[in-house]
């Protein structure tokens, strides 16, 4: 009970603390908006138009959303040390990290809601298969953030976690079918984009918002499981490697 207690109180903690930084709002928050604005007035897109974008947006929204928080609250804590008493703490290593990265999985299931409700004021979004959608938003974002977690290990400043993040960040954008179809990449890059998380995430609420899918629902949420999983491993490792041992 103890443990459960000390979990949920880092994440209340990491809430209050990190989520209005100046570095999550401009990263998490503005830049999807801003890059969603650009596409529609570039492309002159019709307001019923807006739900093909919406997927992309929303993947975008999550990836930036988690990776920024974390880069914020890994890298803050290690240069106050702070997160070095929280390695003290009688819980086990998993929990901990675990509680760390729930905060920012939360703010990038929040962040991938707010185009979807600006939307709504714009275009109809009826039909929309939400245990479908929410799925997909959920593991997007629990990948993310895992991916996001060993960037932020890597590095000790914020500047350096954004500009390592975005080294991953602005390739997927083109690389993950997120507003250009896979099938415009050039043969030699296809595997790449197959071998990213936010694929299969922008694919799955695709299919969430009745748009038709690259592949089958089941074996993309076995692939994002899977995904989720090896990076949270893997995260692990990094903590152990560079932190512990």
């Given at each position: 009970?103890?443990?459960?207690?000390?979990?949920?109180?880092?994440?209340?903690?990491?809430?209050?603390?990190?989520?209005?930084?100046?570095?999550?709002?401009?990263?998490?928050?503005?830049?999807?908006?801003?890059?969603?604005?650009?596409?529609?007035?570039?492309?002159?897109?019709?307001?019923?138009?807006?739900?093909?974008?919406l997927p992309g947006v929303m993947?975008?929204?999550?990836?930036?959303?988690?990776?920024?928080?974390?880069?914020v609250a890994i890298t803050f804590?290690?240069?106050?040390?702070?997160?070095?008493?929280?390695?003290?703490?009688?819980?086990?290593?998993?929990?901990?990290?675990?509680?760390?990265?729930?905060?920012?999985?939360?703010?990038?299931?929040?962040?991938?809601?707010?185009?979807?409700?600006?939307?709504?004021?714009?275009?109809?979004?009826?039909?929309?298969?939400?245990?479908?959608?929410?799925?997909?938003?959920?593991?997007?974002?629990?990948?993310?953030?895992?991916?996001?977690?060993?960037?932020?290990?890597?590095?000790?400043?914020?500047?350096?976690?954004?500009?390592?993040?975005?080294?991953?960040?602005?390739?997927?954008?083109?690389?993950?079918?997120?507003?250009?179809?896979?099938?415009?990449?050039?043969?030699?890059?296809?595997?790449?984009?197959?071998?990213?998380?936010?694929?299969?995430?922008?694919?799955?609420?695709?299919?969430?918002?009745?748009?038709?899918?690259?592949?089958?629902?089941?074996?993309?949420?076995?692939?994002?499981?899977?995904?989720?999983?090896?990076?949270?491993?893997?995260?692990?490792?990094?903590?152990?490697?560079?932190?512990?041992?």
């Amino acid at each position: 009970m103890k443990r459960w207690t000390a979990f949920w109180s880092i994440i209340a903690k990491d809430m209050r603390t990190y989520y209005l930084k100046p570095p999550n709002i401009s990263w998490g928050l503005v830049f999807p908006l801003a890059w969603t604005g650009m596409f529609f007035v570039r492309s002159g897109a019709q307001p019923s138009e807006l739900r093909a974008l919406l997927p992309g947006v929303m993947t975008l929204a999550v990836l930036f959303g988690t990776t920024s928080l974390l880069a914020v609250a890994i890298t803050f804590e290690r240069r106050t040390r702070s997160f070095e008493r929280l390695l003290l703490a009688p819980l086990p290593l998993s929990l901990l990290m675990f509680a760390k990265t729930a905060g920012a999985i939360l703010f990038g299931v929040l962040n991938a809601f707010v185009p979807l409700t600006l939307a709504a004021f714009i275009t109809d979004l009826s039909g929309i298969a939400w245990p479908t959608l929410i799925a997909g938003v959920v593991l997007t974002a629990v990948s993310s953030a895992f991916l996001g977690l060993l960037v932020a290990v890597a590095v000790t400043e914020v500047f350096e976690a954004q500009t390592l993040s975005n080294f991953f960040r602005f390739p997927m954008i083109f690389l993950c079918g997120l507003f250009f179809p896979l099938e415009r990449l050039p043969a030699w890059l296809r595997p790449l984009s197959y071998a990213l998380p936010p694929t299969y995430g922008a694919d799955v609420m695709r299919q969430g918002l009745g748009q038709p899918g690259l592949l089958p629902l089941g074996f993309e949420f076995l692939i994002l499981a899977g995904f989720c999983l090896g990076l949270f491993l893997l995260s692990l490792r990094a903590v152990n490697r560079r932190w512990i041992a």
